[in-house]
């Protein structure tokens, strides 16, 4: 898997903020860091990009698995990406701004079901695992 956080070395790219919805992310992979025992939850990272011939755009992010089946952003304003989001006239937006945009397009994206994938595919078999 591409590491995460290499997306913050990725080229910035310049998207106008009202049309932030449009990227067409793909997922391009996902990393299982830890797993959950009696000392904490699983986490890791997922990383989402536009790859085409002229931009490569993508967003990272760290996650937590809060109980079975239930994921979450760990730091919904820790998200990174070479976006460079744009108002109307050509400015870019401030952090907070950009935080907001960022989330609403990974709240379209269908990561939790991939990092499910992979939780699935990285953690140890148990005897006891529910087949569901």
Excluded: K, Y
């Amino acid at each position: 898997m591409i590491p995460a956080w290499i997306v913050f070395a990725w080229p910035p790219v310049l998207w106008q903020a009202s049309a932030a919805l449009d990227l067409q992310l793909v997922h391009l992979g996902t990393r299982v860091l830890t797993f959950g025992d009696r000392s904490g939850p699983c986490s890791g990272q997922t990383l989402w990009g536009d790859a085409s011939s002229d931009r490569s755009a993508g967003v990272a992010w760290d996650w937590v698995q809060i109980q079975r089946g239930v994921v979450a952003i760990a730091d919904p304003l820790g998200l990174i990406t070479n976006l460079q989001l744009l108002d109307a006239d050509g400015e870019a937006l401030s952090a907070t701004q950009v935080a907001i945009r960022l989330n609403e397009i990974v709240h379209d994206l269908p990561w939790q079901g991939e990092v499910q994938r992979a939780l699935a595919t990285s953690e140890p078999s148990s005897p006891a695992s529910d087949s569901a």
